[in-house]
Nanobody
Framework: QVQLVESGGGLVQAGGSLRLSCAASGNNFAIYIMGWYRQAPGKQREWVTS???????NYADSVKGRFTISRDNAKNKVYLQMNSLKPEDTAVYYC???????????WGQGTQVTVSS
């Protein structure tokens, strides 16, 4: 298992940028598929983006071209650079680590992102 701690959330105006970080503790960080999810008030948690252990990346259509995920296996960290933010991006953002073999899921506690219009 890994423990995940997100940081970097906050309040930003529409069109602005934020960078979220997720620090993982535990062993074998490199074999985890790392992802970001978000949950807006009154809505279900939704997948935003993920990066595999080999560096393969996918994005939800709603953030494609605006968000960039990256990982630093040496530092056990994953990042989410969010540009051109929109009010509809307002949500609690969660870091996720899925073991690439067992598919066990681990979640962080979440960080609030609020985009004002």
């Amino acid at each position: 298992q890994v423990q995940l701690v997100e940081s970097g959330g906050g309040l930003v105006q529409a069109g602005g940028s934020l960078r979220l970080s997720c620090a993982a503790s535990g062993n074998n960080f490199a074999i985890y598929i790392m992802g970001w999810y978000r949950q807006a008030p009154g809505k279900q948690r939704e997948w935003v983006t993920s990066i595999s252990s080999g560096g393969s990346i996918n994005y939800a259509d709603s953030v494609k071209g605006r968000f960039t995920i990256s990982r630093d296996n040496a530092k056990n960290k994953v990042y989410l650079q969010m540009n051109s933010l929109k009010p509809e991006d307002t949500a609690v953002y969660y870091c996720n680590a899925k073991h690439s073999v067992t598919l066990d899921n681990n979640w962080g506690q979440g960080t609030q992102v609020t985009v004002s219009s």
